[in-house]
């Protein structure tokens, strides 16, 4: 069935075979759906069985009366016709639909023959010896009758040469429940099938929320111990710094070139506070001490700081244009994504240059920072933003995760997209605040 296959997508488990559940709900809905339809058809076919039976009980009941008493015979209200023919077809007497004649081709080679049309059957019965058994019949006369081919000698003589009941019967309640019957039986169906998606979608948004709960336990775990970590590396990097501040000291009035050589000591120690202090703001997740500022200078002073490597700064907002956050962790969350522009630019052989843009969109402001790197691969285009991952040899992972959860924390949010002609964009879309708002 074309949508089993549709669900046994949507059932698939993250290792790309369908689970447990998944299987289970096709095993049920195979077996309901085969149980359903086996009772359709069965149902149907019996209906067919009895509507034959009801057509034959029709044919000999209508005979049965015109050979006791003709005069009172009566029509049931789903018969359309009625006659009784000779052998070689002629009506010997018709009623309502009944033909004059009936054709070679229409004379049962049996017992009889019942032809199915759209909206009645007709069956004609060959009569046995007990069709004959009455010496006469006398004519029908009533409403709606034809007597042929009239009455006294000739009608005895053809009376003794009746071969064949002809009746017409109309469908209209067996096609209403036969309508009805495959109707229920596809709605059922439907429902089966709607169900089954519904247990294949529940089952992998399970496995999903399965699989996240998983790594949010391990990322509660790394926390921590990132935590721990961050705390006990801040104690032995200050006593570093000082050691190294006094052998500088030292150095410089005996040694005053191997002085020098502190320096890289020191870079290193600066690296290693601001990691631990990142892995720490990180973890905190605080807001900061947000205010309400004009974000247009505040983009002007932050391009100024970087000269000639920030192309432009376009900023096409209007100079009143405020937003509510914390100054330095926007900062912060800017010279992260400028310091991973220039890494973008040395990794692809350019100048260490980007592009700065701030632009209006209704109730926000988009500010752009973009590079002219090799950009960012498909397959880890969603990864970028967790914790702890990175492509670089001496990254920490933890830039762009923190950047993105302090612009949440202002309200905003932060993304990426491909940049034409080569190179990645990421977005930090901050809300504008109302000057008349008084925040």
């Known amino acids: 069935m074309p949508g089993l296959w549709g669900y046994t997508v949507c059932m698939r488990a993250p290792s790309g075979r ?19 339809w086996a009772f359709v058809f069965r149902e149907s076919a019996s209906m067919g069985v009895e509507l034959e039976y009801e057509i034959y009980r029709n044919a000999s009941a209508m005979l049965e009366n015109a050979w006791q008493d003709p005069e009172s015979a009566t029509i049931d209200p789903d018969v359309m016709g009625f006659g009784i023919y000779d052998a070689l077809g002629e009506a010997a007497f018709r009623d309502g639909s009944a033909p004059l004649r009936i054709a070679s081709a229409e004379l049962p080679q ?25 010496g006469m019949m006398r004519p029908m006369m009533g409403r709606g009758r034809a007597q042929v081919p009239g009455t006294g000698e000739a009608w005895t ?17 067996f096609r209403i429940e036969r309508t009805a019957l495959f109707g229920g039986a596809a709605l ?25 709960a998983a790594r949010d336990r391990e990322l509660v775990q790394l926390g921590e111990a990132a935590r721990t970590l961050a705390h006990e590396i801040k104690n032995p990097l200050g006593v570093i ?23 890289l000591i020191d870079e290193e120690t600066a690296r290693l506070s601001d990691l631990a202090d990142r892995i720490g703001a990180f973890l905190r997740g605080d807001e900061g001490s947000p205010e309400t500022f004009a974000l247009g200078p505040f983009l002007e002073d932050f391009a100024r700081r970087y000269g000639a490597a920030c ?29 991973n522009a220039f890494d973008a630019a040395v990794e692809a052989g350019r100048e260490r240059e980007f592009t700065l843009v701030a632009v209006r969109k209704r ?29 670089k040899a001496r990254g920490s992972g933890i830039g762009l995760a923190l950047a993105r959860r302090q612009a949440a924390g202002a309200g ?19 809300p504008l605040v109302d000057p008349g708002s008084g925040d």
């Not at 169906?189 to 089952?203: E, I, K």
């Not at 710094?241 to 020098?260: F, G, H, W």
């Open 18 to 36: 369908p689970g447990f559940p998944a299987i289970a709900a096709i095993a049920a809905l195979l077996l309901s759906l085969s149980l359903v």
């Open 110 to 134: 049996g017992a009889y023959r019942l032809n199915i049309r759209p909206d009645s059957a007709v069956l004609v019965r060959a009569l046995g010896a007990e069709a004959t058994r009455s």
């Open 157 to 173: 003589q053809l009376s003794g040469a009746a071969r064949y009941v002809w009746i017409e019967y109309a469908l209209g309640a």
């Open 188 to 212: 059922l169906t439907l429902a089966l099938g709607a169900g089954a998606a519904l247990v294949a979608r529940l089952a992998a948004r399970n496995r999903e929320l399965a699989a996240r």
């Open 241 to 263: 710094r000082v050691q190294s501040a006094l052998v500088r000291r030292r150095l410089k009035e005996t040694l005053p070139d191997a002085a020098e050589g502190l320096t």
């Open 311 to 339: 192309e432009g700064p376009e900023i096409f907002i209007d100079p009143d244009a405020r937003v509510r956050a914390d100054r330095e962790r926007l900062r912060g969350i800017l010279d992260n994504l400028v310091a």
């Open 363 to 391: 109730r926000w402001i988009e500010v752009r920072v973009g590079d002219r790197g090799a950009g960012i691969a498909p397959d880890i285009a969603e990864r970028v933003f967790e914790p702890f991952f990175t492509t």
């Open 412 to 430: 905003g949010t932060l993304r990426h997209e491909a940049r034409e002609g080569g190179g990645t964009w990421f977005m930090l879309e901050l």
